[in-house]
């Protein structure tokens, strides 16, 4: 199995291992047998036009990130994880995989690019359980999507679309929103690797009934890490350094603002800090280059920008990428060894 495949799996795991899909605490979406709770439906509400405004909408100070603290995120016990089991519809809701792919089928490839970041956003913060879905309610306490790191996720509304069309044949209890998500997630990969990366996903999430905005970014790492800020942000999600390197690679695909590699923290295009390739720094600068204050989008990979393929840790080799903590996997010698390796053309990471 392609290296990506696998360690996208483990995070679908790992991520439930955590804390979230443990009777009592989520939601218990795809109740296991019981009939006993007519809760109350997850306050997750598909497409609302608008969710109550966030927090000031501050265009993004620089984030209170403190470095050096991988403190809060739960530590992820590497177990098996109990109750998760491939086919898990099967007999509940037969088509519901299919539907997902389906939907993720059509959708564009900058969407499915959303996708993927979604599944790994909502498996990194509280676990898979669909958390990073859910809109505010409490006009005091803004949610996951309002957290910096979330800014500028995408794919919700094929979340939505997927969600609809399983209720539709199943029934609203059935299959939940933390599945959708990491069925999406593994069929964009499906998609962009054209059929390349494929893996069985196990299901059987429950979905979170809480979400806040103050746990995406020690959860998160931002884009301005250091590796051994990325290492340790991984290792207390149970990922191991090689690991993080792998899952890096999907910076292949999807674009970025250009507000994340122009922060006051860590300014990319700046040549006498940054060791960014100086083609790329004065390309990237023009197309940053806004009259209005926009904040311009980039592509990400400038070589493949829509294939999931091993182009990124070229990339990275010829310091052609957006982020210093993409560089940053060269300044240690084993995640740079992996880079290396994953950059070799036959196919350990992809294949
Ligand atoms: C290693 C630490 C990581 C950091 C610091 C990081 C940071 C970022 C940032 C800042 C962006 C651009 C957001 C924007 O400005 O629009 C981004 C985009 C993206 N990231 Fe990461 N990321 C990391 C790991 C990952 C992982 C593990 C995955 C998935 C497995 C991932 C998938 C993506 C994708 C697909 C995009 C493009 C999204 C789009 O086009 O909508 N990233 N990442
Ligand atoms: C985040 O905020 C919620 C509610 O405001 C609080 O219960 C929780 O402990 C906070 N979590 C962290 C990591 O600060
Ligand atoms: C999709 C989504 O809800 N994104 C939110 C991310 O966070 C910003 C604020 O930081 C919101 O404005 C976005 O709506």
């Known amino acids: 199995m392609a290296k990506i495949a696998a360690v996208l799996a483990l995070i679908a795991l790992l991520g439930c ?7 009592g605490y989520g939601y ?30 501050t265009p993004s100070p620089p984030p209170p990130y403190t470095p050096s603290t991988p403190s809060p995120p739960p530590p992820t016990p590497a177990t098996p994880t109990e109750g998760l089991a491939v086919g898990y519809y099967k ?14 089928r059509d959708a564009n490839a900058g969407i499915m690019a959303g996708l993927i970041r979604l599944f790994f956003h909502d498996c990194f913060v509280r676990g898979c359980d669909a958390s990073v879905l859910l809109d505010q309610v409490d006009p005091n306490s803004p949610t996951e999507k309002f957290g910096i790191p979330n800014l ?7 979340i939505d679309a997927a969600k609809a069309r399983i209720e539709k044949e199943c029934g609203s209890d059935v299959v939940s929103c933390a599945d959708v998500v990491a069925f999406a997630g593994r069929d964009a990969t499906y998609f962009l690797s054209n059929k390349k990366v494929y893996f069985d996903m196990p299901a059987g999430r429950y979905d979170g009934l809480v979400s ?18 990325l290492k340790a942000n991984f290792a207390s999600k149970g990922l191991t350094a090689d690991e993080m390197v792998t899952l890096s690679g999907a910076h292949t695909i999807g674009i970025s603002h250009c507000s994340s590699f122009t922060s006051s923290f860590s300014d990319r295009l700046n040549p006498s800090t940054s060791d960014m390739d100086p ?9 940053c280059k806004s009259d209005t204050g926009t904040d311009n989008t980039v592509v990400q ?18 310091h052609e990428v957006l982020f ?28």
Do not use: H
Request: glycine share 2%; net charge negative.
């Open 17 to 23: 291992t955590a804390r979230t899909c443990q009777a």
């Open 28 to 57: 218990p979406t795809p109740v296991p047998s019981t009939p006993s709770t007519p809760s109350p439906p997850p306050p997750y509400t598909p497409s609302t036009p608008s969710p109550p405004p966030p927090t000031p909408a």
């Open 91 to 104: 007999k509940s809701c037969p088509r519901a995989e299919d539907i997902v792919r389906e939907v993720v």
């Open 152 to 158: 500028s996720l995408r794919g919700f509304e094929v």
């Open 212 to 229: 806040f905005i103050n746990e995406t970014l020690p959860n998160l790492p931002p884009p301005f890490a250091t590796v051994d800020q």
């Open 279 to 287: 083609t790329l720094m004065s390309s990237l600068r023009e197309q």
């Open 301 to 318: 990979d400038i070589k493949t920008p829509n294939k999931v393929d091993n182009k990124y840790y070229k990339n990275v080799l010829s």
């Open 324 to 351: 210093s903590s993409d560089a940053a996997l060269m300044m240690a010698d084993d995640t740079s060894a992996a880079v290396r390796a994953n950059a070799k053309d036959n196919g350990v990471w992809e294949e």
